[in-house]
C-alpha cells in the first residue's frame, strides 16, 4: 500500500468514526473521547478505564460504542497499567472467533425463526379470513430479504469491530499480540488482512531485549511459524526480534535461513541470529534440568532414618536423625 492509500484509508477511517460518535448519546464516553481525539481536546483520566469495559463486547454490537472505544483505544495516550490491560480487551476483540460466531449465527437464526413463523402466520391468517391470496409470492421475499440484511449488518458490525481493534493494537505496538494477529492474516476478508499484516509488522519491530522471557509462551512459536511463509523484509524483522526476545524454540526455525541461497542479507543474519538462540537453549535446559528434591521438610531435624528392610524393630530413641541445617558435620578421614 502506498502513502498515498494510506493517507486516503485513514481520512476514510476518520470520517467514518466521526459519524458512529455522532450517532452515540451524548453522555457515551466513547463520542466524548472520539470527539476528544477529533478536535484535539485533552483526554480526561479515567476515559481509558471506561473504554476498556466496553471490550471485548457481551455479544453481537447493536451499537457503536464498542467500534468508537476501539478506535480511540490506539489512538490517546495510555500510561504502563493502561496500555496492558487495552492489549489484552483488544486481543480479547479481535480474536472473539468461534465464540462471537456461534452467537451470531444463533442471533441470525432466531431472526429467520421469528420472519418465517410470522409468515405463516400470516398465510394461516389470510387464509381464514380471506383477506389476501391464498398463497401470496412476495411474503416470503420481503420476509427473508430483511433476514438476509439483518444477517449482513451483523456481519458488517463484528468485522469493523475487528479492523478497528487490530489497527488499534498496531498503534500500541505490543509484542504480547503477535499470536491474535498472526491468526488474523488469514481473515476471508482482506481488510481484515491487510490491517493484521501491518499490525503484526508494527509489533514485531518493537520487539526488544527487555521482552526476553517475558512474552506469551505463544508468541515465539507464533514468529516461528511465521518464517516459513514469511518475505524478505519480514524475516528480516523477525530474526531481529528472535536475536531480541527468542529462546531455544526458535533455533530449529532459524538453522534452515543460515544456508538461504537466495538472500544474502538473511543468511548472514540468521548465522549471527542461530548462536544467540543456540546458547541460550543451552542455559535454558541446564536450568530445566537442576535437581531439585522430590519433596520439602519444614523440619529436617524430625525425619528419622530408619535401617533397612529385613531389621527388626528399632525403638524410636535410637533412630538417627539428620544434623540440623545450622550444625556442622565432621567426617574423620583416618577412621
Sequence with gaps: MTDQMAEAAKAKETEMIRKLAARLPRES???KCAEAILTGSPIESEWPAELCKMLPPKQTPDDYDPIVAAWSLGRIPLADDHAKVAVEVLVKTVTMGSTSSRKSSRRYLTWVLIVTSGYFVLLCAALLSRILPPNPQYLPAILY???IWLGL???NQLRLLRVTG?????LISDPSACAALAAN???PYATVREAAQ???DSCIAAIRASHYGNLPPEVIPTLCKLLKTAGPDRKLAILQALAYAGDGRAVEAVRPLTEDPLSDRIRDLALR????LEARKVQETAAAT???PSSLQDEPSQVLLRPASGVGAVPEEQLLRPAAPSEEVHVDANR
Excluded at 487490530?166 to 498496531?170: P, V
Excluded at 541470529?273 to 544467540?276: H, M, T
Design 29 to 31: 464516553v466513547a463520542r
Design 145 to 147: 430479504a430483511i433476514c
Design 273 to 276: 541470529v542461530l548462536p544467540i
Design 153 to 155: 449488518w451483523t456481519y
Design 166 to 170: 487490530i489497527r488499534s493494537i498496531g
Design 185 to 187: 492474516e488469514k481473515h
Design 198 to 200: 501491518a499490525a503484526l
Design 290 to 292: 537442576l535437581l531439585r
